[in-house]
């Protein structure tokens, strides 16, 4: 193998010298495991990006935490549910209660019998073409991709996706794209004491593709905030380090990148905490750690900073739902390690002005919701049959200019 590798290696670079291929064209041109050492000092241009139909992958979500996901008819929220488990509830668009995905008569959703237990499961679940998918630890020490049926009834093994991490259970994440999954541990290589190179993995879900569109073998670095918008694939790389002096974790973004399918390059050459792509217009909005939020015209090519971070909103998660766009500094409170700042959640048009700040300090987790309905976050705990129990709190986007308050979620368990 090693062998057939590095032949493939030298016929590859041959080629490269004897076409007289520019630096740039080669840098772009995607074969198996690009090195993103290789391709970090040049910026590719944003015109050979092609936006193809929509296909929702719900590039809306929170990155970072990803316990919920939109179905056809509501919501689907993953969360811990005692004894190992995960409890996978549903909140449909006309009530709003959660409840368990379970039809079982007489059920009290705790043990493995229920449908909507997952033992040994990530409390993370994601909605691609009419499945659910959730990843599994098994035995054997893998991460398994499972297929799971909307009603919660069927499950199906595909394929796995690598080992179970050693110090978190949390830390892969998904995004979907042209029937492929794309798996990043979203945590890096940052907490491990020696170097590991860290990929983003495409494995297409009939299996027939297995590859990394992506590797990096530098220390203390993240891939993160993959995202599917329009056919391509959007990330960022980063690197984390703890300063010991002010007992704060500093990230540094290399910069916004895109894949298509063929073609792999960076198109924005900044510090990034956070993007979100408007594609009918080909916008990409981006946030720049204490800069604030730019607006970037694919077709103009205008760039420009419509939003100016303050001392609260110095690194910020992005997101846009067709209307308006939604800052959350969850991440940068919890990074800061200091109380002076307050979680918030800010809601802006698209001209960067202040709609509404939401305080999201209860929250667990702030995810931002889809286009047509509500904003999600896990909110306290609640106590139901001697379980402790996150719970999900919503505002309607139709309220969302005035709203001041999150509505709860209740869980129904009977
Ligand atoms: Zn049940």
């Known amino acids: 193998m090693k062998k057939i590798m590095s032949l493939i290696i030298t016929v590859f670079l041959a080629l490269n010298f004897a076409g007289c291929v520019s630096q740039e064209t080669k840098k772009e041109t ?43 008819y509501g919501y689907y929220y993953a969360t811990f549910g005692g004894n190992g488990s995960t409890l996978l509830g549903y909140v449909d ?50 991460a398994v991709l499972v297929q799971v049926k909307p009603d919660g009834t069927e499950r ?26 794309y798996i990043y541990d ?14 983003i993995r495409k494995i297409s879900l009939d299996k027939k593709t297995d590859e990394n569109i992506i590797t990096s073998d530098e220390s203390n670095v993240i891939f993160d905030a993959v995202k599917s918008y329009g056919g391509n694939i959007f990330f960022i790389y980063s690197n984390t380090e703890y300063n010991r002096e002010t007992g704060q974790n500093v990230t540094t973004s290399d910069g916004l990148y ?12 900044k510090n990034i905490s956070d993007y979100s792509i408007d594609v009918d217009n080909k916008i990409i909005y981006y ?36 209307e308006y766009l939604y800052l959350d500094n969850r991440r940068w409170c919890s990074f800061a390690m200091t109380s002076e700042f307050v979680p918030e959640l800010w809601v802006l048009d698209t001209e960067g002005n ?11 987790n702030t995810f931002f919701g889809d286009k047509d309905n509500i904003l999600f976050e896990v909110y306290g705990r609640s106590e139901i049959s001697g379980r402790s129990i996150h719970k999900i709190a919503y505002i309607k986007k139709t309220e969302i200019e005035n709203a001041e308050s999150w509505s709860e979620a209740e869980w129904q368990m009977q």
């Open 30 to 72: 995607v074969s198996e495991n690009v090195r993103v050492e290789d391709i970090c000092d040049t910026t590719v241009s944003i015109d050979d990006i092609k936006f193809s139909e929509l296909e929702d992958s719900q590039s809306y979500w929170n990155v970072f935490t990803h316990s919920v996901a939109r179905g056809e």
């Open 93 to 142: 668009d006309e009530s709003y209660e959660c409840i368990p995905l379970c039809n079982k008569a007489q059920c009290a959703h705790n043990d493995e019998n229920c449908d909507a237990v997952f033992k040994g499961y990530m409390q993370s679940v994601w909605y691609y073409k009419d499945f659910l998918y959730l990843i599994k630890y098994n035995n054997e020490g893998k």
């Open 156 to 181: 199906k093994d595909l394929f796995e996706i690598g080992n179970i991490p050693v110090d978190s259970s949390n830390t892969y994440n998904l995004a979907f794209c042209n029937d492929c999954v």
């Open 186 to 199: 979203r945590t890096g290589n940052c907490r491990l004491s020696e170097p590991v190179q860290i990929n």
């Open 258 to 269: 895109y894949y298509s399918g063929d073609k792999i390059g960076k198109i924005i050459d």
């Open 287 to 322: 946030y720049v750690i204490n800069e604030g939020l730019y607006k970037y015209e694919l077709q103009s090519k205008n760039d420009v900073l419509i939003y100016k971070s303050e001392k609260n909103s110095s690194l910020c998660q992005v997101s846009f739902d067709g």
């Open 354 to 364: 202040v709609i509404n700040v939401l305080d999201t300090g209860e929250a667990n």
